[in-house]
């Protein structure tokens, strides 16, 4: 992990603008005792993307992660951050990157201020003269400026992962590489941050997000990769992973068996029957032909919907398991 | 905030920007509680030997006269305060300042990584060699610190309980008092040279582990085993590469004229610990995987 020259002539990102803003290439790290974290790594982070990357504990995100920070070399394959090899091009690739990895890390002797005040004089991209009203524009976009004075060791969780997301966003970023950056916050909080992560995104920095909460993932993030036991096992549009995992159709009805003939003469597989509820596969023909079919059976219809697969469906459908199950 | 359009280049980087690093670090460790914790302890020692010395030779009689030797020029301090300066840097010198310094240095790389600041500080990105050489800096710079601390901490009580004036070397001449001051300057300056090896490694120790603690406790050790090793007879072939065998050389600038054979293989003792060291600690650190 050397460090490259500052002159480097070719600046990070000034490329054609499809290209990838993270880009790896089986990508593999195995620890000394020969575990193997992350194994064979292929991932493709679009620009201008929020991107969800979501794995049970132990899956290798982490590893993956500082792999792409130039924290930990890996053991074989490559990694391009903003078109450029990490760790090699590291002095030039990072300042236009912000990060949050696995949680804040504080001076808690030093003030809020003083922390990120510390935290851009090791980057050597920030320009001192700008430098408090960095901090202070920092503070304010996280609502820590009325605790801004206060020593870091007096802050709360979500003070703390405030201010850590205050230091990834003291300068512009083209990437945001943000692990778990919810986590500590009380609901108001959560809402807070994913509104930010929306403008962020919107002002066209891609976000790299890992969470283990799904719903977040949903509600933010434009692509999702999905890792297992240190592999990857999906990667794309959120929307096109959620279809993966098909979403199915119900029908209400007091007329449970009847409408479960029907339905069968309709083409709908995989049906159940649970009480009032009809349930089946989504048949390929136009749906109002299939309740159409229903009512001229002379079958009452009280609710006829198709169920949109969440990404927890897809995420089940793929790992076989539930979520926070270590892998 | 900015657009993104504002974003794309990076600013050119400015040569003194290391410069910038070197000192928030030095505000940063000397803003610690615990640095100035050392510093204060350090601060104490002349007090103690001062006021010790007064109420030993209150009733007129030499110090030290009821048996046992203390420090290097303990004697002379009745004449002339100014020798409570060479009395308490020779008095510190084998523990207490190397000690502080293991603290300093052992904390520098394992205190960061032990809070996690120290990835924060590499995805800035600071660079490892530049962090590295920002912490010996540092860590240097302490020494001199905490050396000019006890030096006038002494001279300000020698002042205060002692009388000032000419003074006689070692080899029994006399000098001004104004140049008795410079020779204090430099001894000072030799003192704090003296433990840049010990700082060194400390500062590779450092690159070892994850922990604070166990980075200090582990340099401590290492100069207190040193410091044993120094005294047992049979080793004397070994003596001369312990970075702890030329440090009392000092007081050979208080001779006239001034020996410096001494003085010269204890300079080139630290500056080969410091490289040794200092490399060892840049390979370690330069290739090592963080994972804290």
Request: glycine share 12%; hydrophobic share 45%; proline share 5%.
């Given at each position: 992990m050397g460090e490259p020259s500052a002159t480097e002539p070719e600046q990070p990102?000034?490329?054609?603008?499809?290209?990838?803003v993270i880009a790896t290439r089986a990508l593999t790290k195995r620890y000394?005792?020969?575990?193997?974290?992350?194994?064979?790594l292929d991932l493709t982070v679009p620009a201008g993307s929020v991107f969800g990357f979501l794995g049970p504990n132990g899956s290798g995100k982490t590893t993956t992660i500082r792999m792409l920070m130039g924290l930990i070399e890996p053991t074989s394959g490559t990694a391009r951050i903003l078109g450029r090899p990490m760790p090699g091009a590291t002095r030039a690739v990072l300042p236009h990157v912000g990060a949050l990895i696995e949680g804040p890390a504080l001076y808690?002797?030093?003030s809020g201020r003083d922390n990120l005040l510390r935290h851009d004089c090791a980057d050597?991209?920030?320009?001192p003269r700008t430098r408090r009203a960095r901090v202070a524009a920092a503070l304010d976009r996280v609502g820590l400026t009325a605790a801004?004075?206060?020593?870091?060791?007096?802050?709360?969780l979500g003070m703390k992962q405030r201010l850590g997301l205050a230091a990834a966003l003291l300068q512009p970023r083209r990437l945001l590489v943000l692990d778990e950056?919810?986590?500590?916050?009380?609901p108001q909080g959560m809402r807070e941050i994913r509104t930010l992560i929306r403008e962020l995104a919107s002002d066209g920095t891609t976000v790299f997000l890992s969470s283990h909460l799904l719903d977040e993932i949903e509600q933010v993030c434009t692509h999702a990769a999905v890792m297992a036991q240190g592999r990857l096992l999906t990667q794309g549009p959120v929307a096109d992973l959620a279809a993966g995992a098909r979403g199915r159709l119900v029908v209400t009805t007091p007329d449970p068996a009847e409408a479960a003939r029907v339905l069968k003469e309709q083409g709908v597989g995989d049906l159940a029957v649970t009480g009032d509820r009809v349930t089946g596969e989504v048949p390929d023909r136009d749906l109002a032909e299939v309740n159409a079919a229903l009512v001229a059976a002379g079958v009452r219809v009280r609710g006829f919907t198709v169920e949109r697969a969440s990404l927890e469906d897809a995420f089940v459908a793929l790992t076989g398991e539930g979520f926070d199950v270590a892998g | 905030m900015s657009r993104a359009e504002a974003a794309p280049t990076v600013r050119?980087?400015?040569?003194?920007w290391t410069l910038g690093l070197l000192r928030n670090e030095l505000t940063t460790t000397f803003r610690r509680w615990r640095t100035l914790a050392l510093l204060a302890v350090l601060a104490g020692v002349p007090i103690l030997v001062g006021i010790a010395v007064r109420i030993e030779t209150g009733d007129g009689s030499p110090p030290g006269g009821g048996g046992g030797e203390g420090p290097a020029f303990i004697a002379q301090i009745t004449n002339n305060g100014l020798f409570l300066v060479f009395t308490a840097l020779a008095a510190t010198l084998p523990f207490f300042l190397p000690m502080a310094v293991g603290v300093v240095a052992g904390d520098a790389i394992a205190g960061e990584a032990g809070a996690g600041t120290l990835r924060y500080l590499l995805v800035a990105p600071a660079g490892r060699t530049r962090l590295l050489l920002t912490k010996y800096a540092t860590v240097v710079l302490f020494c001199l610190a905490a050396t000019l601390v006890v030096a006038v901490s002494a001279l300000a009580v020698g002042a205060l309980l002692f009388p000032l004036g000419d003074l006689t070397t070692i080899s029994g001449t006399r000098i001004g008092f104004a140049e008795g001051l410079g020779r204090a300057l430099l001894i000072a300056l030799a003192v704090a040279a003296s433990l840049t090896g010990v700082a060194a490694l400390g500062l590779f120790v450092s690159t070892l582990t994850n922990s604070g603690i166990a980075a200090m406790a582990t340099t401590v050790g290492l100069l207190i085993t040193v410091q044993i090793l120094d005294q047992i007879p049979q080793l004397h072939a070994l003596q001369?590469?312990?970075?702890?065998?030329?440090?009392?050389?000092?007081?050979?600038?208080?001779?006239e004229p001034v020996y410096w054979d001494e003085l010269r293989k204890n300079l080139g003792l630290q500056a080969l610990y410091a490289a040794v060291f200092g490399t060892a600690a840049w390979a370690r650190f330069t290739t090592k995987d963080i994972t804290a």
């Amino acid at each position: 992990m050397g460090e490259p020259s500052a002159t480097e002539p070719e600046q990070p990102g000034e490329r054609e603008a499809g290209e990838p803003v993270i880009a790896t290439r089986a990508l593999t790290k195995r620890y000394r005792g020969g575990q193997l974290a992350v194994d064979g790594l292929d991932l493709t982070v679009p620009a201008g993307s929020v991107f969800g990357f979501l794995g049970p504990n132990g899956s290798g995100k982490t590893t993956t992660i500082r792999m792409l920070m130039g924290l930990i070399e890996p053991t074989s394959g490559t990694a391009r951050i903003l078109g450029r090899p990490m760790p090699g091009a590291t002095r030039a690739v990072l300042p236009h990157v912000g990060a949050l990895i696995e949680g804040p890390a504080l001076y808690g002797f030093l003030s809020g201020r003083d922390n990120l005040l510390r935290h851009d004089c090791a980057d050597p991209a920030a320009d001192p003269r700008t430098r408090r009203a960095r901090v202070a524009a920092a503070l304010d976009r996280v609502g820590l400026t009325a605790a801004a004075g206060k020593k870091a060791k007096a802050y709360s969780l979500g003070m703390k992962q405030r201010l850590g997301l205050a230091a990834a966003l003291l300068q512009p970023r083209r990437l945001l590489v943000l692990d778990e950056p919810t986590n500590g916050l009380d609901p108001q909080g959560m809402r807070e941050i994913r509104t930010l992560i929306r403008e962020l995104a919107s002002d066209g920095t891609t976000v790299f997000l890992s969470s283990h909460l799904l719903d977040e993932i949903e509600q933010v993030c434009t692509h999702a990769a999905v890792m297992a036991q240190g592999r990857l096992l999906t990667q794309g549009p959120v929307a096109d992973l959620a279809a993966g995992a098909r979403g199915r159709l119900v029908v209400t009805t007091p007329d449970p068996a009847e409408a479960a003939r029907v339905l069968k003469e309709q083409g709908v597989g995989d049906l159940a029957v649970t009480g009032d509820r009809v349930t089946g596969e989504v048949p390929d023909r136009d749906l109002a032909e299939v309740n159409a079919a229903l009512v001229a059976a002379g079958v009452r219809v009280r609710g006829f919907t198709v169920e949109r697969a969440s990404l927890e469906d897809a995420f089940v459908a793929l790992t076989g398991e539930g979520f926070d199950v270590a892998g | 905030m900015s657009r993104a359009e504002a974003a794309p280049t990076v600013r050119p980087v400015s040569p003194w920007w290391t410069l910038g690093l070197l000192r928030n670090e030095l505000t940063t460790t000397f803003r610690r509680w615990r640095t100035l914790a050392l510093l204060a302890v350090l601060a104490g020692v002349p007090i103690l030997v001062g006021i010790a010395v007064r109420i030993e030779t209150g009733d007129g009689s030499p110090p030290g006269g009821g048996g046992g030797e203390g420090p290097a020029f303990i004697a002379q301090i009745t004449n002339n305060g100014l020798f409570l300066v060479f009395t308490a840097l020779a008095a510190t010198l084998p523990f207490f300042l190397p000690m502080a310094v293991g603290v300093v240095a052992g904390d520098a790389i394992a205190g960061e990584a032990g809070a996690g600041t120290l990835r924060y500080l590499l995805v800035a990105p600071a660079g490892r060699t530049r962090l590295l050489l920002t912490k010996y800096a540092t860590v240097v710079l302490f020494c001199l610190a905490a050396t000019l601390v006890v030096a006038v901490s002494a001279l300000a009580v020698g002042a205060l309980l002692f009388p000032l004036g000419d003074l006689t070397t070692i080899s029994g001449t006399r000098i001004g008092f104004a140049e008795g001051l410079g020779r204090a300057l430099l001894i000072a300056l030799a003192v704090a040279a003296s433990l840049t090896g010990v700082a060194a490694l400390g500062l590779f120790v450092s690159t070892l582990t994850n922990s604070g603690i166990a980075a200090m406790a582990t340099t401590v050790g290492l100069l207190i085993t040193v410091q044993i090793l120094d005294q047992i007879p049979q080793l004397h072939a070994l003596q001369p590469y312990l970075f702890s065998h030329y440090w009392l050389s000092f007081a050979d600038l208080m001779r006239e004229p001034v020996y410096w054979d001494e003085l010269r293989k204890n300079l080139g003792l630290q500056a080969l610990y410091a490289a040794v060291f200092g490399t060892a600690a840049w390979a370690r650190f330069t290739t090592k995987d963080i994972t804290a």
